[in-house]
């Protein structure tokens, strides 16, 4: 397979092309031919006018690439090496919903055939791509994994808005359903990972590897989150302390924040679903979930109690929200906790403009039932930093004087004024 692919004897096809499937992609297509896949006819246009939907890549990177964009099955049929890199997400009850990648499995049972191989990139649980997936493959396509068709799982490490930490750069984890796929999808992959690739023992080693990945990442946030509520009723600065504790050697630099984008918030939900199955009831990994998720109510209660003791009547009130994406310079809202923070300070009656300078309004509304303002006041009685991009960073303490009242409250979440606002009352995370 890899001989072929080199000699453009063979395809490699990329299903979903979001902000994991595409720049994949492209990094293959300026080495092998590419089929680039989606059943979003509308970005599938945009990409073929080298435009990337999620607004991560440049024009740029779409020059000098062997990629076809597709949303026709006739034209995926001329792949012989499928990757997939669909969303999977959780339902409002946190549970896994693994239907993008089930119809995507069943896309490949329309096309796949004898001596094809299919690469699962997305976050699942140990065990998805073998239990839930190649079944359905196997259903549609008459065929039987292993025999007929090689499978293998590689985890996406794509991290939106990292310029740094880019696909080549980033050790890959490869597997396979037997030696033989181990070896052929690992050398796939180091034709566009120069920093190398971890063969994983097996497939659900490898997705075991990926969820755990995030899952540790989530467990850090949480401690961090629920040391600052503890902190904060003792009257001392988390951040203070954090940089203090920060000069031992060995002290993980974790900070505290809302936790939404598409795998922190979510990936610790598949791994705790499937323990769940098993009989085994997680209580660390969702004892930090529950923190994380309870961020929001709890930055809206201190809103609510800083308005109540400054003004008259609550309904009055005016908040801003600096910045709805899930991080800081991307224009992905999907997953932003932000959301949360607005929708909990609605529930108080209170009145909510947001601004972002990379977020759609249109998504927003779409998303989440609000626009973004264009047009900031000069009176809100508190204003909430919320996502620290990096144009708010230059902001000086006048900017803020002159949009609230003197008796307003700055929310600094993730403490990048601190030390530079004394004309408001000031408090973070």
Known sequence: MYE???????????????????????????????????????????????????????????????????????????????????????????????????????????????????????????????????????????????????VGYSPERINPGDKEHTLAKIIKVVSGCDAESLEEVAKVYELVVTAGVHRASSIMVAEAAKIIENTQRDLNIALMNELSIIFDKMGINTFEVLEAAGTKWNFLKFQPGLVGGHCIGVDPYYLTHKAGQLGYHSRVILAGRVINDGMAAYIAKKILLHIIQSISN??????????????????????????????????????????DPYADSSETMHEYGFGLVTDVASNYDAVIVAVPHNSYKLLEESYFEGITKPTAIIADLKGIYRGKISSRQYWSL
Do not use: H, W
């Not at 140990?126 to 493959?137: A, L, R, S």
């Not at 908040?319 to 899930?326: H, I, P, Q």
């Open 4 to 150: 072929q692919l080199i000699d453009k004897n063979k395809k490699l096809a990329l299903i979903g092309l979001g902000y994991v499937g595409l720049p994949i992609a492209l990094e293959f297509a300026k080495k092998i031919s590419v089929i680039g896949f989606d059943v979003n006819a509308k970005r599938v246009e945009m990409m073929r006018n080298n435009i990337d939907p999620s607004q991560e890549l440049e024009a740029a990177a779409f020059e000098g690439c062997d990629i076809e964009f597709t949303t026709d099955l006739e034209v995926l049929k001329q792949a012989n090496f499928f990757i997939v890199a669909v969303p999977t997400p959780v339902d409002e009850s946190n549970v896994p919903d693994l239907m993008p990648i089930k119809r995507a499995s069943e896309t490949i049972g329309k096309v796949i055939k004898k001596g094809d191989y299919v690469v699962f990139e997305s976050t699942v649980y140990p065990g998805c791509t073998e239990e839930d997936c190649v079944p359905i493959i196997e259903k549609l396509s008459g065929l039987k994994s292993i025999i007929d068709f090689k």
């Open 314 to 355: 609550v309904k009055d009130a005016k908040v801003l929200v600096m910045g709805a994406t899930f991080k800081e310079n991307v224009s992905d809202i999907r997953n932003s906790k932000v959301s949360d923070v607005v929708k909990e300070l609605q529930s108080y009656s209170l009145n909510v403009d947001v601004i």
